[in-house]
């Protein structure tokens, strides 16, 4: 008797496996059509018709290991937006920095350390950024230092040289436009980079939020951990709260979406504003 061929539904089946064990991305059976509109791009580049070759390419032709971080990067969801969700950059500003600054000691300012946890390309950092650099501006008892975060190789490198097309700085208010970033002129016009002086101050990093350990320094004042659990079952959101929560200071601060408050049970951790949670 021959041997059973798969059918799609069985390929999309494994094919949402891999990324639910790599990622703690959850693809229901729902989104087998935005699946292939993301990988059809790489189907095109590798000269395959379908995506069921591409499939065939992955699970019986030995490309699964070399294509995962290409899978990796099709499939995440990098939605990203400066001064998203802004009363939580409001919170930073009010409310983190005065209690973090009471570090300070005469001619040393206390040093505020920043995490963005998912940082997709960068809004998120830049606009901690800028709000941190007016702080310290205006202040002078405050320093800081942001480490961005993603799983996405394709996002950190886009994060890390912080060019941006203009609408997508339409949030940012017009003075911290005009202090923080530089518009393009010629062959770049339409796009703007955000200033060196601000860009030295943020550094990006690949890493998997599903890793059993992450390799980055503990005593972090504040992690943004935003719109990203919801991507996530319950046991791996648990596992990721307290992965991210194991690197905060005592009296460090975790900061999810809104729509996320409800996610965080976690012990330790007091919930004090929407989505913001502070370490005992």
Known sequence: MAPAVLTTPDYHARFANVIREATGIKLSPAKRTLVEGRLRRRVAELGLGKI???FRYLFEGGGLDAELPEVID???????????????????RTEIVPRVARRARPGHPARLRLWSAAASEGAEAYT??????????????????????????????????????????????AGLRTRYTMDGHGETAGQARIVPELRCTVRFRHMNLMA??????????????????????????????????????????????HSESMIVRHPGLQQIAPGVFRQD
């Open 128 to 173: 901690a950024a800028m709000v941190l650099a007016e702080e310290a501006r205006s202040r002078g008892d405050i320093a800081f230092a942001i480490l961005g975060t993603d799983i996405s190789r394709r996002m950190v490198a886009r994060a890390t040289r912080a060019i941006y097309n203009v609408e997508q700085l339409e949030p940012v208010p």
């Open 212 to 257: 059993s350990s992450y390799p980055i320094e503990t005593g972090i004042d504040v992690a943004f951990l935003r719109n990203v659990l919801i991507y996530f079952d319950e046991n791996d959101q648990r596992r990721v709260i307290s992965g991210v929560s194991a690197h905060l200071a005592s009296g460090g601060y975790l900061i999810v979406g």
């Open 52 to 54: 069921e070759d591409y």
């Open 74 to 92: 099709l499939i995440t969801t990098n939605k990203t937006d400066f001064f998203r969700e802004p009363a939580h950059f409001d919170f930073l």
